[in-house]
């Protein structure tokens, strides 16, 4: 299949609330870059990468606009303002992305370990299929609790993952996915699940486990030491 350019969006705009910190989890800095530089770092040289954007709050649009023309500066780059919630501010980024884009990546901010052979990995299977999602199979049992927590139900784990990003996407399909939302007033959890509710196909591409999301302090404490260690 011919290479198609890809375009690359970022949310940004979570804050930092569960790390107990005021600034926003892609800001805080680990080993003197913010998380969100080390994220991106991850992209720089992807085949095809044609275009970045990243959704962020307004305090820090001119600081990320900055960040983007200095790591990709043969690309096209925005940082536009982000949303109420995650699907907003993907919505916004949309916006920016140009029409000879042919797939669309989602990766979060605060994911800065995804490697270079998975987002190709992930790349190949959507360019195929329509769309892909790094995922990793489920290591622990997992309960479906009702309202009281009691457990109602203990699903096969042989046919459970968890879900990671990069998520891609064909781009008419992406957009077609977030129009359908939209129209329907529905809220997905991932992008792959707007995709799932209009009937449309995505496969998963197992990654690792390094590919995790800072969310916790001890994620935090984690990433440093892995950051450290790779120099």
Same mark, same amino acid.
């Given at each position: ?21 005021? @600034? =926003? ?10 998380? %969100? *530089?080390?994220?991106? /770092? ?57 029409g000879k884009t042919g797939l669309i990546a989602v990766h979060d901010a605060v994911r800065p370990f995804v490697s270079r052979n998975d987002i190709e990995k992930c790349i190949k299977q959507a360019s195929r299929w329509g769309g892909a999602?790094?995922? @990793? =199979? ?10 009281? %927590? *009691?457990?109602?139900? /203990? ?71 892995l950051i450290q260690k790779e120099g």
């Amino acid at each position: 299949m011919e290479k198609q350019q890809l375009a690359l969006i970022i949310p940004a705009a979570g804050k930092g609330e569960r790390l107990g910190n005021q @600034v =926003p989890k892609p800001y805080l800095k680990i080993a003197g870059k913010s998380i %969100l *530089e080390h994220t991106l /770092t991850r992209f720089k040289g992807v085949s095809g990468l044609g275009e970045v954007i990243v959704s962020t709050s307004e305090e820090y649009l001119l600081q990320t606009g900055e960040l983007l023309k200095e790591l990709f500066p043969d690309i096209a780059t925005h940082a536009v303002p982000g949303g109420r919630e995650r699907q907003d501010s993907i919505k916004n980024a949309l916006g920016k992305i140009s029409g000879k884009t042919g797939l669309i990546a989602v990766h979060d901010a605060v994911r800065p370990f995804v490697s270079r052979n998975d987002i190709e990995k992930c790349i190949k299977q959507a360019s195929r299929w329509g769309g892909a999602v790094l995922a @990793v =199979p489920a290591k622990d049992t997992i309960k479906v609790a009702g309202t009281d %927590l *009691e457990i109602v139900k /203990t699903p096969d784990r042989n046919t459970l993952w968890q879900a990671q990003t990069p998520q891609i996407f064909w781009a008419a399909l992406f957009r077609e996915a977030y129009q359908y939302a939209e129209v329907n007033r529905f809220h997905g959890s991932d992008d792959a699940s707007l995709i799932e509710k209009m009937g449309g196909k995505v496969v998963l591409v197992e990654g690792s486990a390094k590919n995790f999301k800072i969310t916790y302090p001890l994620d935090l404490q984690i990433a440093d030491f892995l950051i450290q260690k790779e120099g």
